[in-house]
């Protein structure tokens, strides 16, 4: 079997990226059919979170176990991590126990050091660069409500995080266009913004950002380790709340998107990720078929399966 990893949205290319989300809404109707699909039975997913987690736990724990697997949530509270064995020798020895390994941490270059040293695929379940599971996911959700995103217009109104830069690879490897708000020194790292070129345009005015836009997103002013910046984040990000009156300048159907957990009265209003045009809950949902089709294509069973 050859070995894929998932570090970044970046590691399929648009074929792939597409074949996975039409794959996840395959499996959701079978799952929703009831229907029985188990093509990973007697393999294992390793779980390593080093923040916390809801929905990326869950999803993929029971993902592997409809999908007929299995899956060993590993914290470094309860392990050598958190005693300093070393991440690459931990790496020689859960891919020799394991068939596929997902990891929430906070350096991205843990992923990567981790990755070098596997011989089984690894999946980034969220790290301070990117969230490319939250994006298969939300890019699944697009494209049931709305068809292809390709062409669309999407405003980023927040902070230019983990969750925007994937956003950015997205527009690239779709493309469409990102319209970026944040408010001055919270910008998307540069890495990203040159690399995502004319997909992104960088403002600081959310009403403007959002204008005729077909889909507006947001995310936590202070993300899992900025716990200590909360009050400073708050006040510098006062102008960035997706309200009612910035929805209103979207375009007409335009959809909301968040991939929680969310603040109401804080980057959200209650009345617009309450209201009509939010999608939160399929996105929340459809991490767990999306991870499923993710899981299918790393370990290359779909066709035997
Ligand atoms: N959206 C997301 O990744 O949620 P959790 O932090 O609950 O996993
Ligand atoms: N940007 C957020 C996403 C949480 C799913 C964080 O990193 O905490």
Redesign the pocket.
Known sequence: MKRRHFLTLDDLDTDELRAVIKRASELKAIQHRGDRHAPLQGKTLGMIFE?A?T??RVSFEVGMAQLGGHALFLSPRDTQLGRGEPIEDTARVLSRMVDVVMIRTFAHETLERFAAHSRVPVING?S?DV?PC?LLADLQTYTEHRGDISGRTVAWIG?G???CHSWMNAARLLDFHLRIACPPGYEPDTRFIEKAGDHVTLMQDAKLAATNADLLVT??W?????EEEQARRAEAFTAYQIDEAVMACAAHGALFMH???AHRGEEVAAGVIDGPQSVVWDEAENRLHAQKSLLEFLLDVSLRG
């Not at 202070?222 to 900025?226: D, E, F, L, R």
Request: proline share 5%; glycine share 4%; aromatic share 0%.
């Open positions: 923040k987690s929905r990326t969220l301070d969230h939250q902070d995080n983990n969750m995310d936590v202070a993300s899992m380790g900025q991939c929680l957990p």
